[in-house]
């Protein structure tokens, strides 16, 4: 695939909806998850034992879904710094992929719903993952405040903008949310696109479609802090232009209503 190709990835055989695929994938991750929440507990696990997790759940994610996943860009990423990475949201699948390729330490800033899940709620919480609740804006505050102490300590944010799937796979509109964690803690925004989650693991479907080609593609970072908070909008526009500047055209704007 050349780096100009903006369609979505094709699959690479048409293949039905295979549930068992997705209970593999539960299963694996009900793996992972127990001995973090035991170590957390215990106040024993170290970030980097986190980090290798994170890492080989998303592998055996992908494997077990037999996604080929391209991932361009990384050149754009300086695993020293500290970043707010923000992408479109596409699939549940975007979760593994952005684990999958991201070569630092990166936490997930999460739906506080996700919190409420027996065994992954409480892994996601020891393994400092912020969760946010967006319909209470106190609370959403402190959690970009959590998620501001989490960057001093040296982790990279990972953040959609858009708040929730896409249904269609058009980029939605932007919360403004993250973009002030990035103003805040002075850091740059490092935009990506993914393309082809949507196709693995469609919005309210448990069942996974496997062999799909799926692809990340991080942009040149934007710094944040040269905007202010007085150009704010500005900032969220360029974000936009980049992370949409890798979807197909027709995808670029939010969905008719």
Excluded at 234 to 251: C, D, F, H, K, N
Aim: proline content about 7%.
């Amino acid at each position: 695939m050349s780096d100009d190709d903006t369609s979505d990835p094709p699959s690479h055989t048409r293949t039905g909806p295979s549930l068992g695929v997705a209970l593999m994938t539960i299963a694996h991750t009900a793996k992972v998850c127990a001995p973090t929440v035991v170590e957390g507990t215990l106040g024993r696990l170290r970030r980097e034992k986190a980090d290798a997790r994170l890492d080989e759940w998303s592998r055996v994610a992908a494997w077990l879904a037999d996604m080929r996943v391209e991932v361009s860009g990384t050149e754009h990423i300086d695993p020293g710094e500290t970043y707010v990475v923000m992408s479109n949201h596409q699939s549940n699948y975007d979760i593994f992929t952005m684990y999958y390729a991201y070569p630092a330490t990166l936490r997930m800033v999460a739906k506080v719903e996700m919190r409420t899940i027996p065994l992954l709620g409480r892994a996601m919480e020891a393994a400092e993952f912020v969760f946010v609740d967006r319909r209470d804006n106190q609370r959403a505050r402190e959690s970009l405040e959590i998620a501001r102490d989490l960057m001093q300590s040296g982790v990279s944010v990972w953040i959609a903008p858009e708040g929730t799937r896409s249904k269609t796979g058009h980029l939605g509109p932007f919360k403004k949310g993250g973009f002030m964690l990035a103003l805040q803690a002075g850091v740059r925004i490092l935009p990506a696109t993914i393309r082809g989650t949507r196709h693995v693991q469609p919005i309210k479907q448990l069942a996974v479609h496997r062999h799909q080609e799926v692809s990340l593609t991080f942009h040149p970072p934007i710094d944040a802090p040269s905007y202010g908070v007085d150009r704010r909008d500005a900032l969220m526009a360029e974000v936009r232009t980049a992370i949409a500047s890798g979807l197909p055209e027709e995808l670029r704007q939010p969905a008719e209503p």
